[in-house]
């Protein structure tokens, strides 16, 4: 631990450990899983002074003359770094970039520093002017390097681990418009090749942004970052460009017209399939293979709200079926989002091939489940009314418990 930080509940984390944390989609202590966010942390001066009290006696000194400040090095080349990309008045050199991002990297401290010196801002209004560039300039050449500038500006962003909470006072509505429309261009063009660093450093930063970005904002998106984003997905970028690509589409879900678009790019089938290659669910999965089930079937829940959304879950040969063995098998909060699916997809509109669908795959019986198991209690009324709406059907099929259906309902 080099930079303690203690949490409301009064346990102490190492603030790069606990900041990977929050960013890996956590919400809550490690310790006492209580609800937790990046701004309920408070530096805990009186153990970092021990800390750096303690370091240097425990570091063997021989032939020494004094000490090794372990944080100095960091502290001063984030300064440089900071001062560097500051003061240039023109577009910064790639390597530049590049050296700062490793510098971010290798310490927390120099990254913290970096950020408050306000290299964040910096390097977003560089990106979204070499985006714009790129996109309106004619030659190759010219465009390529652009590009590059872009990708490094993003690693850099991703080396800076910025959170929303961070994010939300640096951008400003007037400004968020060119960021998005930037974000936009580089995953577009990334899209159907290399890239798959730049294409997550995007991602992720456009997960932060929309996590923060006001309704109008969000209604502003185009119909392509969608496409792009949902591509992400599709194509396994990585585990966490995945969790940060589903979290983009599920902030912008609710607004205006954006759940149809994410629904007409695809996004429902892709997070079917993610969760078919997916290792079977358990409470006990990793907490990375959890976030991302929770994403993606609160997801499929929030495109079920349109007839599209529903038509897409019910289409997908697998689709129920995959929603149905999620239930109590991961989380609350995965179960809440399965049995929103479930009854939306066997609501009062479901086709006679649906509800057979259900009894088959074993979707009634997990419905018949939740109503037995320790739920919420919004959670087990949707089973039930559900239940009850098709129970006539589901009475007749060998596939379902008679039994069950007439003592739980």
């Known amino acids: 631990m080099q930079d303690p930080v203690t949490a409301p509940t009064g346990i102490s984390y190492d603030r790069r450990a606990i900041e990977r944390w929050l960013a890996a989609g956590h919400a809550t ?22 800390i750096q009290s303690w370091r240097p006696c425990s570091t063997p000194a021989a032939g020494a003359n004094k000490p090794v400040d372990v944080e100095q090095r960091p502290d001063d080349a984030a300064a440089d770094v900071a001062k560097e990309l500051l003061c240039t008045a023109s577009c910064p050199p790639v390597d530049m970039i590049r050296g700062a991002a490793e510098v971010a990297t290798e310490s927390h401290v120099a990254r913290r520093n970096m950020v408050e010196a306000g290299v964040l801002q ?19 050449e010219g465009s390529l390097d652009d590009m590059t500038t872009v990708e490094a500006c993003l690693d850099l962003v991703r080396a ?14 007037n400004h968020v418009h060119d960021l998005l429309d930037a ?10 090749g290399p890239g798959n660093s730049a294409r997550a450093s995007a991602v992720q930063l456009l997960d932060s942004v929309a996590e923060v970005a006001s309704a109008p904002v969000l209604e502003r998106l185009r119909p392509e970052l969608f496409r792009a984003v949902t591509a992400v997905v599709r194509d396994r970028v990585s585990p966490a460009a995945t969790r940060s690509a589903l979290g983009a589409l599920l902030h912008a879900c609710p607004v205006g017209r954006n759940r149809a678009l994410i629904v007409e790019a695809g996004a429902a089938h892709e997070a079917i399939e993610l969760e078919l290659d997916a290792p079977p669910p358990s409470a006990g999965s990793a907490a990375g293979g959890r976030r991302a089930t929770e994403l993606a079937m609160a997801l499929l829940a929030e495109l079920c709200a349109c007839a599209d959304g529903r038509a897409a879950v019910a289409a997908h040969p697998a689709g129920v079926a995959v929603v149905a063995r999620r239930v109590l098998r991961v989380s609350a909060a995965a179960d809440a989002c399965a049995v929103r699916v479930l009854a939306a997809v066997g609501g009062r509109a479901a086709s006679p091939e649906v509800l057979r669908e259900m009894a088959r795959v074993g979707a009634v019986g997990k419905l018949c489940c939740v109503l037995q198991a320790d739920c919420d209690a919004g959670v087990k009324e949707a089973a039930r009314a559900v239940l009850r709406l ?17 003592r739980y309902l």
């Not at 129970?391 to 008679?402: E, K, L, R, T, Y």
């Open 183 to 192: 974000v936009t261009d580089v995953l577009v063009a990334l899209e159907s």
């Open 160 to 173: 800076l681990a910025v959170s929303g909470d961070e994010l939300r006072p640096l951008v400003a509505d």
């Open 122 to 140: 910096r390097v977003l209004r560089l990106a979204v002017s070499c985006a714009k560039t790129k996109s309106c300039r004619g030659d190759q």
């Open 390 to 406: 098709h129970s006539d059907v589901w009475s007749g099929s060998p596939c379902v418990s008679a039994y069950l259906l007439s």
């Open 29 to 50: 202590c490690p310790v006492t899983g209580q609800p937790l966010a990046l701004a309920d942390l408070t530096p805990n001066h009186t153990l970092r002074r021990l």
